[in-house]
């Protein structure tokens, strides 16, 4: 069975500022290493946008986490009715959009965040999902960083570049 870890966020600043907190990055590795040699798998779920977190951070986040998971789950930093961050919008400095049929706002941007490094994210969000969380795929972070010192991000980032590189309609 799979077991998640919802660790929201490694950035001390973005935890304080969710008034939450994680548990000691010691304590998770030693429960992830566990759970490993028990069997289990484990992925973690973090937020990608939150007040207080800039994106090298949430790189080095990722890139941390991602050494004791086989997979990650990033979800956009959405701002619900009635929470903190939907109360203290100003306080945070939040620029949001809604859609007419969600009750919720998406973050695009604030003070530690501008709309094109979280367009620039967005794209690395959606690589994630696609190898990073693939069952398939994500047999293939191990060997990459024990044998070759490669980042997970570093693959992701360097697939977007491939990506971005391509003249062919049906890769754009």
């Known amino acids: 069975s799979d077991l ?4 929201q966020s490694l950035d001390e600043k973005a935890l304080e500022n969710m008034r939450r907190q994680n548990m000691k990055l010691n304590e998770f590795e ?7 040699a028990e069997g289990l798998d484990t992925y973690a779920e973090v937020i990608w946008g939150l007040p207080g977190e800039t994106s090298d951070n949430f ?7 991602s050494q004791y998971v086989s997979r990650i789950a990033i979800y956009p930093h959405l701002i619900l009715p009635n929470t903190d ?3 203290n919008r100003e306080r945070y400095g939040l620029v949001t959009m809604r859609r007419e049929d969600c009750d919720f706002e998406y973050v695009i941007s604030h003070p530690d965040m501008r709309i094109e490094e979280n367009a620039r994210m967005h794209q690395f969000l959606f690589w994630a999902r696609v190898f990073a969380e693939n069952m398939i795929f994500c047999n293939i972070w191990i060997p990459l960083r024990k044998l ?10 360097s697939l977007d570049e491939w990506a971005g590189r391509q003249t062919d309609d049906v890769v754009r």
């Open 4 to 7: 998640t870890l919802a660790l």
């Open 148 to 157: 070759a010192s490669i980042k997970q991000s570093q693959v992701l980032k």
């Open 59 to 65: 790189i080095d986040g990722y890139d941390r986490i």
């Open 85 to 87: 961050f939907d109360q």
């Open 30 to 36: 030693d429960l992830a290493r566990w759970m490993r």
